[in-house]
């Protein structure tokens, strides 16, 4: 039984920074990544960063590049996300997410078919006002 622990988020104005947290409490194989989606009502899950425990290597979504910053704890097990300039748009919930067998940080991000690859938390919501 895959568990994740999220913390962060909540309201700020644009321009204004956010910082996620997550942490895996519980899972039947360790993950080899784990990153952040989000996603507003009515509207296609979005893939905005991931990592890989191992390398440190990330990947981000372009809509986000230049703004936030994802990064890895000590062991398999934590991540944060720095969200940094944001922007109304950038209002959704978000999911932070591990694998738990498969997948890709590149397919992640790209957001193809993360249910297959992927389990998450309940998420957070982050809303930005203008």
Request: aromatic letters at 10%; charged letters at 15%; a positive charge.
């Amino acid at each position: 039984q895959l568990q994740l622990v999220e913390s962060g988020g909540g309201s700020v104005q644009a321009g204004g920074s956010l910082r996620l947290s997550c942490r895996v409490s519980q899972y039947i194989s360790a993950p080899d990544f784990m990153g952040w989606f989000r996603q507003v009502p009515g509207k296609a899950r979005e893939g905005v960063a991931c990592i890989y425990f191992d390398t440190g290597t990330t990947y981000y979504a372009d809509s986000v590049k230049g703004r936030f910053t994802i990064a890895k704890g000590d062991g398999k097990n934590t991540a944060s996300l720095q969200m940094n300039s944001l922007k109304p748009g950038d209002t959704a919930m978000y999911y932070c997410a591990v694998n738990h067998g498969g997948g890709s940080c590149s397919a992640f991000v790209d957001a193809r078919q993360i249910g297959s690859f992927a389990g998450w938390g309940q998420g957070t919501q982050v809303t930005i006002s203008s």
